[in-house]
């Protein structure tokens, strides 16, 4: 504190206090920062009509190829902004929940989460209704297995982007005989293998290994695999929770095994052929990204437009052969036979019923809000300890 | 007139940072104070209750955390100095014509994301790198040891990424520093060590002081290098704060720890510059009696 500011103490608590007053009266005049959502069941339903103008669309990093997007402009004379900007599921929502709570959407008019986000999203009324009758083409085309999940029965407000599985991600030259979750906890692995700091990834595989059903899983049945998790780690056993840079640490061998997503192997295989994903014993967990309109769209015309666009099975072939995750449009296997024998060969992208059998799909903890963040909060103390 | 206006001169030149303060420091705070004492969840809506409980819950809870984020950052803020001392000495005394070139490459790595320059060294330290070898031929990590995910990878990361903001205060004040008071003091028969223990030191204290401040303060809340160089048991309490706001939601919980860090990092900066201010370094009472 500089000498000026000693000698007048006085003086600067007063222009303190005129800060603080007026902190006050722009906090009175701005609301609370955090008002409630409104309920679901009330949401609205975005407008169908004439498409045109411009439209927003945030989506994940590479997970659309370099034509579409352009290709879908001049066939329909609507200027696309595409945004890569959703890194994760709760980054992006804490990043658009404060504009969400008050019926903006940011200029967005689609938005691509997970199941359970847009199941979180819907159930705080951030999101729209979609107008069936604008989604025609859609329904027509969306692969049976995805026309009623659980989460929005005969979708109501979510159509599938791209889908994938969470499994084993291995170094078949390095751990050649990790084939189930349980061999993750091999002592002969300490330290050489990472899990997924996902709560909704991680856990149920883990429960699945232990002859759980995520399905109808307790809360205490969540707390078990979330201690099973604790102990390894606790063990040194495992070496760390990551996001998706745990395809680094395979590539360099400083891991052996992970618990990864199918999309990434596919993609890291490239570089390196002795990284694989493995389908886990007991069967992996199976999750989609989902298109949805949120509240305050500006042009859900356009919206509904690009849905359409992307169901046609000629179109969805150009972005799967470029994402190679599990594409939930009917009829894209036979046209990539044509281009591209060997990806339409592969489990990874077009799954048999056998390679999915003892899959789940993704499940967040049971109960009412306070025992889900009883889950969540355990959850954190693990991999954040 | 012309007496007013000159008294109001000042409050006009204070204007647009107070402004800025207010608007940017203090309705965030007011903000971040009332949601820390709320109850609530995010379907239901947040309401203000008075929970002065969230705070002793937080702490409680991650006391842990709270801990390793100090010993983290402290230990790096010595290695800075310790490191940022000689270093800044050399540039500002010994490196001739060299020295622009040598203070350009304390800033460069500041053209690269800090984001990058973390990851980097995830290479580096990586478990076959020639760097953890030769740790290992040295016996410093055992033979089945590793660097990455430990502790001293966080804190060789925290080193590295706040080491210009020590260099470069240290070598404002050394640079200014008067050459005729270090020849006055071997004039006077004191020897190299004392001169630097007795003239050099105390002289340059505010930029010890200043480079202290701009390390250790960030170094305490920085998440980075915990996730990408740290391991099952390496988090700090930036770790905490972002997972309780993104990951579960609990708003008011990280308010909570946000504000208490806040607190301690007050109060352990007020008790540092209290202890090891200026005066106090510089000796003056001592010359007094």
Same mark, same amino acid.
């Given at each position: 504190m500089s000498e000026r500011n000693k000698k007048n103490p006085g003086k600067l608590f007063l222009l303190s206090l005129a800060g603080l007053a007026a902190s006050l009266a722009i906090a009175a005049c701005g609301g609370g920062g955090i008002s409630e959502g409104t309920d679901s069941s009330e949401a609205p339903t975005a407008a169908a009509g004439n498409a045109s103008g411009t439209l927003n669309i945030s989506n994940w990093p590479l997970y659309i190829?370099?034509?579409? $997007? =352009?290709?879908?402009? #001049?066939?329909?004379?609507? #200027?696309?902004?595409?945004?890569?900007?959703?890194?994760?599921?709760?980054?992006?929502?804490?990043?658009?929940? %404060?504009?969400?709570?008050?019926?903006? =959407?940011?200029?967005?008019? $689609?938005?691509?989460?997970? &199941? *359970? @986000?847009?199941?979180? @999203? *819907?159930?705080?009324?951030?999101?729209?209704?979609?107008? %069936?009758?604008?989604?025609?083409? +859609?329904? &027509?085309?969306? +692969?049976? =297995?995805?026309?009623?999940?659980?989460?929005? !029965?005969?979708?109501?407000?979510? $159509?599938? *982007?791209?889908?994938?599985?969470?499994?084993?991600?291995?170094?078949? &030259?390095?751990? !050649?005989? +990790?084939?189930? $979750?349980?061999?993750l906890f091999d002592p002969a692995y300490k330290g050489k293998i990472t899990m997924l700091d996902e709560l909704r990834d991680t856990v149920p595989l883990v429960m699945k290994a232990d002859g759980i059903d995520p399905v109808n899983a307790s809360t205490q049945d969540w707390l078990d695999a979330i201690d099973k998790i604790k102990q390894a780690k606790n063990d040194g056993q495992i070496r760390r929770f990551t996001g998706n840079d745990y395809v680094q640490d395979l590539a360099k061998g400083d891991v052996v095994a992970a618990v990864g997503w199918s999309g990434d192997a596919v993609q890291a295989q490239a570089d390196n052929e002795n990284i694989e994903y493995i389908q886990p014993e007991q069967g992996c967990m199976i999750w989609s990204d989902n @298109?949805?309109?949120?509240?305050?769209? %500006?042009?859900? !015309?356009?919206?509904?437009?690009? @849905?359409?666009?992307?169901?046609?099975?000629?179109?969805?072939?150009?972005?799967?052969?470029?994402?190679?995750? +599990?594409?939930?449009? =009917?009829?894209?296997?036979e046209i990539l036979a044509k281009q591209d024998p060997a990806l339409a060969e592969s489990e990874l992208i077009f799954p048999s019923e056998e390679f999915l059998a003892d899959c789940t799909n993704q499940v967040s903890p049971p109960g009412d809000e306070a025992a889900k963040r009883e889950v969540e909060n355990a959850w954190v103390a693990v991999t954040k300890g | 007139m012309t007496t007013l206006r000159q008294r109001l001169v000042p409050y006009a030149l204070l204007a647009p940072g107070l402004l800025w303060l207010t608007l940017f420091f203090v309705v965030p705070m007011y903000f971040m104070g009332e949601l820390s004492l709320k109850t609530g969840s995010l379907a239901d809506g947040f309401q203000l209750t008075w929970a002065f409980e969230n705070y002793t819950n937080a702490i409680s809870n991650y006391s842990t955390q709270f801990g390793r984020a100090f010993l983290y950052a402290g230990v790096a803020t010595v290695l800075c100095l310790l490191l940022g001392y000689p270093l800044a000495y050399a540039i500002a005394f010994k490196a001739g014509r060299w020295q622009n070139l040598m203070l350009f490459a304390v800033i460069a790595p500041f053209f690269t994301t800090y984001l990058i320059r973390t990851i980097a060294w995830k290479t580096i330290l990586e478990d076959n790198s020639p760097v953890v070898d030769v740790l290992k031929f040295l016996h410093i990590v055992p033979q089945d040891g590793r660097v990455l995910a430990t502790a001293g990878a966080v804190i060789a990361g925290l080193t590295y990424n706040f080491l210009p903001f020590m260099v470069l205060p240290l070598y404002a004040s050394l640079e200014r520093l008067d050459l005729r008071l270090l020849e006055a003091s071997r004039d006077l028969y004191a020897s190299a060590r004392q001169t630097f223990l007795k003239v050099t030191l105390p002289l340059t204290a505010p930029g010890i002081i200043a480079g202290v401040l701009l390390t250790f303060i960030p170094a305490a809340g920085d998440y980075v290098n915990a996730t990408f160089l740290g391991g099952t048991n390496q988090s700090m309490i930036g770790n905490v704060i972002q997972a309780q706001y993104l990951v579960v939601n609990d708003y008011p919980t990280a308010a909570a720890l946000s504000f208490t860090l806040l607190v301690i990092i007050l109060i352990a900066v007020l008790l540092y510059i209290r202890f090891a201010g200026t005066e106090a370094l510089m000796g003056e009472e001592e010359e007094v009696r």
């Open positions: 190829d370099e034509e579409t $997007i =352009s290709d879908f402009e #001049k066939e329909s004379g609507i #200027k696309v902004n595409y945004t890569e900007d959703v890194n994760s599921n709760t980054d992006f929502f804490g990043k658009v929940q %404060p504009l969400l709570a008050n019926g903006d =959407s940011g200029g967005r008019s $689609i938005l691509t989460v997970t &199941d *359970w @986000m847009s199941q979180k @999203m *819907w159930d705080l009324g951030y999101l729209q209704k979609l107008d %069936p009758n604008a989604l025609e083409p +859609i329904f &027509d085309n969306l +692969i049976p =297995s995805l026309q009623d999940p659980a989460f929005d !029965p005969g979708r109501t407000y979510s $159509i599938p *982007w791209q889908s994938g599985m969470t499994g084993l991600v291995v170094r078949t &030259d390095l751990a !050649p005989d +990790i084939k189930s $979750i349980n061999d @298109m949805s309109i949120p509240l305050g769209a %500006p042009n859900s !015309p356009a919206a509904y437009e690009f @849905m359409n666009y992307v169901y046609e099975p000629a179109n969805q072939a150009q972005i799967v052969e470029y994402v190679n995750y +599990i594409t939930p449009v =009917s009829g894209v296997k | -």
